[in-house]
């Protein structure tokens, strides 16, 4: 192990040399009560940031072992000293001056919902941070007084100010983490109780604008129905009432901008834990629930979609579907297909961003249009089904067909941002307004077995690599909308559940490492999913990456895995 005065003469002895010398501080160096690592370094000074990394011992660091020991509180934890340190360097970065992106100091922003990331991880032994710092320099010229000024002066002070417990406020963590397990204790609650979500009374459910998912200032706090209030005793809280949404078929309905859009993405977004003064903190999701929606034009392969689809006049056999270009009804068949694979027990659609022939077909329609010439079952008379014979819920935003009414357990009305629950009163209406007899065909359940498969192309010349080979693989992340590997493009614009760019660039690691290792022609999807969930279990982050990882990664559920690789055209 070497020392920080090793560093530093490093740094001294390569001052003003050409920018390739800052190769040779590759490595770790002790100071005093933490080891900091240099990972990666940049090549040029306008090339992505050189990868840096801060290990502090628990006996240094001083948490408590309560902290260390809880999955839910480590991940917490972690979620809260990398907050704490984004706001330290922020006061740094770029203080250091030169090119391009010298002085730069960042670590990943965390949003409103807790993840598990690469920025900071807890082992037995130690806390582990990783950052970027772009190291200085003037045009292409080592500036190596500026890197000393981040690493003797800047980052000591960061440090100080957010590894060690004695440093910090211990009431603001105490209430992180057990916000956290009071939602984790919840999330649990809701299978013992048969709900499918919870919504707790005083939560701010609107978002600050279209563009920031902070609280909205002077919005009406929820408050539930009396008939769907339930009330919990949390581990650390104590009483908390609310909104409980039972299991089966849940309708919500209202008037435009009365809030049914605003209940559903809050719910969709309830299968994360949330800091302290989201507003939603205590709006609380099944951990599988999956919001759906059509995607004209997705790639569809090897899919069962014949529970919704049959017949086809093209003679297509629907219960091993592909396409390259799916129609909206087509595409929500095969989500909720894919859903079922990946183990949702909850379903989540809003009547707007759906198809309209795959949801409902009105009584005139079926009778100038004979059931035998629509190849569509349309998802009201399966939604029964899927509940009763495969005990998935449906929570779905209505507003122009009232036959939802007629196969729907709860039917909440959001008045100004207010729930109502008319099921009592709408099912009197109902005998009014019968339903069609269904004559739909019997629920099936679906059997896919997509089996994966990598490139064959092989090189032109020999000895030369094709960009389909593993090694050649690269990836760039679009955002938290999609990703290229290879020469592909990966589109997760409609994967809804996603909440952070981070999220994406790990399912491009999944990806790169599933082709790499896994596709064989043999496994099944559901095989090569379920083998990566239980490494990222065992192992963390550090199997995808031959045993390192950088900052810039955070987990994805396993729905929004099986989305990905479902949308990956091989």
Same mark, same amino acid.
Do not use: W
């Given at each position: 192990?070497?020392?920080?005065?090793?560093?530093?003469?490093?740094?001294?002895?390569?001052?003003?040399?050409?920018?390739?010398?800052?190769?040779?501080?590759?490595?770790?160096?002790?100071?005093?009560?933490?080891?900091?690592?240099?990972?990666?370094?940049?090549?040029?000074?306008?090339?992505?940031?050189?990868?840096?990394?801060?290990?502090?011992?628990?006996?240094?660091?001083?948490?408590?072992?309560?902290?260390?020991?809880?999955?839910?509180?480590?991940?917490?934890?972690?979620?809260?000293?990398?907050?704490?340190?984004?706001?330290?360097?922020?006061?740094?970065?770029?203080?250091?001056?030169?090119?391009?992106?010298?002085?730069?100091?960042?670590?990943?922003?965390?949003?409103?919902?807790?993840?598990?990331?690469?920025?900071?991880?807890?082992?037995?032994? =130690?806390?582990?941070?990783?950052?970027?710092?772009?190291?200085?320099?003037?045009?292409?010229?080592?500036?190596?007084?500026?890197?000393?000024?981040?690493?003797?002066?800047?980052?000591?002070?960061?440090?100080?100010?957010?590894?060690?417990?004695?440093?910090?406020?211990?009431?603001?963590?105490?209430?992180?983490?057990?916000?956290?397990?009071?939602?984790?204790?919840?999330?649990?609650?809701?299978?013992?109780?048969?709900?499918?979500?919870?919504?707790?009374?005083?939560?701010?459910?609107?978002?600050?604008?279209?563009?920031?998912?902070?609280?909205?200032?002077?919005?009406?706090?929820?408050?539930?129905?009396?008939?769907?209030?339930?009330?919990?005793?949390?581990?650390?809280?104590?009483?908390?009432?609310?909104?409980?949404?039972?299991?089966?078929?849940?309708?919500?309905?209202?008037?435009?901008?009365?809030?049914?859009?605003?209940?559903?993405?809050?719910?969709?977004? &309830?299968?994360?834990?949330?800091?302290?003064?989201?507003?939603?903190?205590?709006?609380?999701?099944?951990?599988?629930?999956?919001?759906?929606?059509?995607?004209?034009?997705?790639?569809?392969?090897?899919?069962?979609?014949?529970?919704?689809?049959?017949?086809?006049?093209?003679?297509?056999?629907?219960?091993?579907?592909?396409?390259?270009?799916?129609?909206?009804?087509?595409?929500?068949?095969?989500?909720?297909? =894919?859903?079922?694979?990946?183990?949702?027990?909850?379903?989540?659609?809003?009547?707007?961003?759906?198809?309209?022939?795959?949801?409902?077909?009105?009584?005139?329609?079926?009778?100038?249009?004979?059931?035998?010439?629509?190849?569509?079952?349309?998802?009201?008379?399966?939604?029964?089904?899927?509940?009763?014979?495969?005990?998935?819920?449906?929570?779905?935003?209505?507003?122009?067909?009232?036959?939802?009414?007629?196969?729907?357990?709860?039917?909440?009305?959001?008045?100004?941002?207010?729930?109502?629950?008319?099921?009592?009163?709408?099912? =009197?209406?109902?005998?009014?307004?019968?339903?069609?007899?269904?004559?739909?065909?019997?629920?099936?359940?679906?059997?896919?077995?997509?089996?994966?498969?990598?490139?064959?192309?092989?090189?032109?010349?020999?000895?030369?690599?094709?960009?389909?080979?593993?090694?050649?693989?690269?990836?760039?992340?679009?955002?938290?909308? &999609?990703?290229?590997? &290879?020469?592909?493009?990966?589109?997760?614009?409609?994967?809804?559940?996603?909440?952070?760019?981070?999220?994406?660039?790990?399912?491009?690691?999944?990806?790169?490492?599933?082709?790499?290792?896994?596709?064989?022609?043999?496994?099944?999807?559901?095989?090569?999913?379920?083998?990566?969930?239980?490494?990222?279990?065992?192992?963390?982050?550090?199997?995808?990456?031959?045993?390192?990882?950088?900052?810039?990664?955070?987990?994805?559920?396993?729905?929004?895995?099986?989305?990905?690789?479902?949308?990956?055209?091989?």
């Amino acid at each position: 192990m070497q020392q920080s005065t090793d560093l530093l003469n490093l740094l001294h002895s390569i001052h003003r040399k050409s920018y390739p010398a800052y190769k040779s501080l590759k490595g770790a160096y002790q100071f005093g009560h933490y080891i900091l690592s240099v990972d990666h370094v940049q090549g040029d000074p306008f090339a992505s940031p050189s990868h840096i990394s801060i290990h502090v011992s628990h006996k240094a660091a001083g948490f408590p072992e309560e902290y260390l020991q809880n999955p839910v509180a480590k991940i917490t934890l972690c979620d809260y000293l990398t907050r704490q340190f984004e706001q330290q360097i922020d006061r740094f970065s770029f203080r250091a001056k030169g090119s391009g992106k010298s002085g730069l100091i960042s670590v990943s922003h965390c949003g409103q919902e807790v993840l598990k990331r690469t920025a900071c991880e807890i082992t037995d032994k =130690e806390i582990t941070a990783r950052f970027f710092i772009g190291f200085p320099a003037n045009g292409r010229t080592i500036n190596s007084i500026e890197l000393e000024k981040i690493l003797f002066e800047f980052l000591p002070v960061c440090m100080k100010n957010t590894f060690f417990y004695k440093n910090l406020n211990a009431d603001r963590l105490r209430e992180a983490v057990f916000l956290a397990e009071d939602q984790t204790f919840i999330r649990e609650q809701l299978k013992l109780r048969s709900l499918a979500a919870f919504v707790a009374d005083g939560s701010i459910l609107p978002r600050e604008s279209g563009v920031s998912s902070r609280p909205m200032k002077n919005s009406i706090p929820f408050r539930s129905p009396d008939s769907l209030r339930v009330s919990m005793e949390l581990p650390h809280r104590g009483t908390i009432t609310g909104m409980g949404i039972p299991q089966g078929i849940t309708l919500i309905v209202g008037g435009g901008y009365h809030g049914k859009s605003t209940l559903l993405n809050a719910l969709e977004l &309830g299968v994360y834990n949330h800091i302290p003064g989201d507003g939603r903190e205590y709006v609380v999701t099944d951990s599988t629930a999956l919001k759906l929606r059509s995607e004209d034009g997705r790639f569809i392969k090897d899919v069962d979609i014949s529970l919704f689809i049959n017949d086809l006049p093209d003679k297509k056999d629907t219960r091993c579907f592909s396409t390259e270009d799916a129609s909206g009804s087509t595409s929500q068949a095969a989500g909720i297909i =894919e859903g079922m694979e990946a183990g949702s027990r909850v379903f989540l659609l809003d009547e707007d961003t759906s198809a309209t022939n795959f949801m409902v077909r009105d009584s005139f329609m079926q009778k100038v249009i004979a059931r035998e010439k629509e190849p569509i079952t349309p998802f009201l008379e399966r939604a029964g089904d899927l509940y009763q014979k495969a005990e998935i819920s449906t929570i779905l935003v209505a507003g122009s067909s009232g036959a939802f009414f007629h196969i729907a357990d709860t039917i909440i009305q959001m008045d100004s941002y207010r729930p109502i629950d008319i099921t009592k009163k709408t099912k =009197e209406l109902c005998k009014n307004y019968p339903l069609e007899p269904s004559d739909a065909p019997a629920f099936i359940f679906p059997q896919s077995s997509r089996i994966m498969t990598s490139s064959t192309q092989t090189s032109p010349r020999p000895g030369r690599r094709t960009s389909d080979r593993p090694e050649r693989l690269k990836i760039k992340t679009h955002g938290k909308d &999609g990703f290229s590997i &290879g020469h592909q493009e990966v589109d997760l614009r409609y994967i809804e559940q996603l909440v952070d760019t981070e999220q994406t660039a790990c399912l491009g690691l999944l990806l790169k490492y599933a082709i790499e290792h896994l596709i064989d022609g043999k496994r099944t999807l559901p095989e090569i999913t379920e083998y990566l969930i239980e490494e990222l279990n065992r192992k963390g982050f550090a199997f995808l990456n031959n045993g390192t990882i950088s900052c810039g990664y955070a987990l994805p559920r396993s729905q929004e895995i099986y989305s990905c690789f479902n949308r990956f055209r091989r």
